[in-house]
Structure formats: structure tokens, C-alpha cells
């Protein structure tokens, strides 16, 4: 295959901006969609780069803007991420995560661009159940997914769905534990915790974003993907005390953490999900140790 064109969704988040680096370095023709409302931060050295679809809701711009650029694969990454939802986050995760991606479906459908990666989440699966949400955000990602069967079934369209557990890497502004371990380190400030039984399965990003490009690759080279999902997890979990114990023996300290002063959340994740498949031809290459200690370089 020649020059390899992708639309990302997503790309102005973490993860999403990561991959758009990733394909810009690797010499692809990188497009975009994003919100009007969405910070470019994390994409800022790049948007000379790629070029840039401001959504605004309209299914018709998207069937227009894939006619135009063609793609091969569209990279699904953008959602709306809630732990613990509000009334007034009802409507925002249903069109962020549904309608928007069935929007992308039938931009696909229209255009005739039929290889999709999708993202999905851990958290579709509580108490290593084979589906039963975490909250609202697991359930709406669910519910696309059904909907992604529709199409793949009837309409022609070959996906796959990288479920993802916990990430993390440098320049990453999310309130994700690894990084509310480097602000206590670095301010020497204590944090509250909860009693760290639970269990974690993190995925430093450069894996992550491998699995997506592995990802296309399978689809692009293997015609008998119809609609496929697998984890991307280490396949490793540590419960949160030993979590801290790794990071306070890579940066050779020793964290003011008040275990047990918070309480668990409302279906508190205690276990990972363990009986996804394994993508072909991906495995995680950096350990969490590893990881820890690429951050400690920005540290």
C-alpha cells in the first residue's frame, strides 16, 4: 500500500494525540476531527501537519469531508469520559459517544471507507463480567458497539474494538493515578487514598498507541475481520498499594499517602477484566517499571 491516509477522532485528547504524532512521524496523510470547543494543546506542534474538520454536529460535513480525503482507516478515539454522571451529562454522552459515531458510520457507509478501530473501554466489564457497565460512559460505548454490529453485519464495514484498561506517559494532563503520584512527589503534598486493594492493569502509552496501528494493519491485510474487540491490557494487574510501592522505589522516595481516607466509589473497579483476546500480532514491550522510569526522566 502506497501512502497511507487515516481520520482520527479523538485527536485532541491524550491518547488521540499521541497516535496523530505517531502517523504524522511515520509519513501518513493525518486528518482530523475535533469539536469547536476542544483545546489543540495536546496537538499544537502539529497542526501545520495535519488537516483539521471542525464538527458541529452535522452528518452531511462529515460525508463531504470523507469524500474529500479518502481514507483508508478511521481511527475512532474521541468520547466523552464521566466516572460518576449528572442529569446535565445525559445528553452530552449520548451524542459524544453515540450519535457522533454512528454519525462516523454513516460517513463511512456514504464514502465508501469501510476499515474502522474503535475504541472501547474496561469498564463494559464489572466484576470481570462478560458485560455489565461501570457507569453511563461504559454503557454508551456498549450501546455503539451494537450499533458498530449493525454495520459490520449488513453494511460492509470491517472493525475492530481495542478495549483499553489504564494508560499513562509523559505530558499527559489527565487526573490518572500515575500522575497524581508524580504531583504529590513533585509538591510534597500528602494525598488521600482509598484502602488500595483494588486492582489496576496499566499500559504505557507507546504500547497503547501500537495496538492501534496493529490494529489497522490486521484489518488492512486479514479480509475475514468482520468486527473483532480485544484488550489492551499487560495481562499484569497490581493493586494500588503495590502500584505506590513500584513508583516510590523507581524515584527513591517515599509518598505521604492517607490510606483508607477516601472511601470506594460506587462500583469501585477491584478487578480487572481478564478474558478479552489478545490483539495478533501486539504484546506490551514496556514493563510498568519501565514506564515509571521514562517519567522520572521528565521529573
Not at 470523507?66 to 468520547?79: D, M, R
Request: net charge neutral; proline share 3%.
Amino acid at each position: 500500500m502506497d501512502k497511507k491516509t487515516a481520520i482520527i477522532t479523538g485527536a485532541t485528547g491524550y491518547i488521540g494525540s499521541k497516535l496523530a504524532k505517531k502517523l504524522v512521524r511515520d509519513k501518513w496523510d493525518v486528518h482530523l476531527i475535533t469539536r469547536l470547543e476542544s483545546s489543540f494543546k495536546y496537538i499544537e506542534d502539529i497542526t501545520n501537519d495535519v488537516n483539521i474538520l471542525i464538527y458541529d454536529g452535522n452528518v452531511e460535513c462529515l460525508i463531504e469531508f470523507f469524500n474529500e480525503v479518502k481514507p483508508q482507516v478511521i481511527f475512532h478515539l474521541a468520547s466523552l469520559v464521566t466516572i460518576e454522571h449528572t442529569l446535565s451529562d445525559v445528553d452530552a454522552l449520548i451524542e459524544s459517544n453515540i450519535k457522533f459515531g454512528t454519525h462516523i458510520l454513516e460517513a463511512m457507509l456514504k464514502s465508501q471507507v469501510n476499515i474502522l478501530v474503535n475504541t472501547g473501554t474496561s469498564w463494559q466489564h464489572y466484576n470481570n463480567d462478560d458485560y455489565n457497565p461501570v457507569n453511563l460512559y461504559a454503557a454508551t460505548k456498549q450501546a455503539f458497539e451494537s450499533i458498530l454490529k449493525y454495520y459490520t453485519e449488513s453494511k460492509g464495514i470491517k472493525a475492530i474494538t481495542l478495549e483499553l484498561f489504564d494508560t499513562f506517559g509523559p505530558h499527559d494532563n489527565r487526573p490518572k493515578i500515575i500522575n497524581l503520584l508524580r504531583k504529590t512527589y513533585k509538591n510534597n503534598t500528602p494525598l488521600d487514598m482509598s484502602l488500595g486493594e483494588q486492582l489496576l492493569d496499566i499500559v504505557y502509552i507507546d504500547d497503547v498507541i501500537e495496538a492501534y496501528i496493529t490494529a489497522s494493519n490486521n484489518l488492512f491485510k486479514n479480509e475475514n475481520i468482520k468486527n473483532s474487540k480485544y484488550s489492551v491490557c499487560t495481562n499484569k494487574p497490581i493493586n494500588l498499594k503495590e502500584l505506590v510501592e513500584k513508583f516510590e522505589e523507581v524515584y527513591a522516595t517515599k509518598l505521604n499517602i492517607n490510606w483508607g481516607r477516601r472511601p470506594y466509589r460506587n462500583r469501585e473497579v477491584m478487578i480487572t477484566w481478564n478474558k478479552g483476546k489478545v490483539l495478533p500480532n501486539w504484546h506490551p514491550k514496556i514493563s510498568l517499571e519501565e514506564g515509571i522510569r521514562k517519567l522520572k526522566e521528565y521529573d
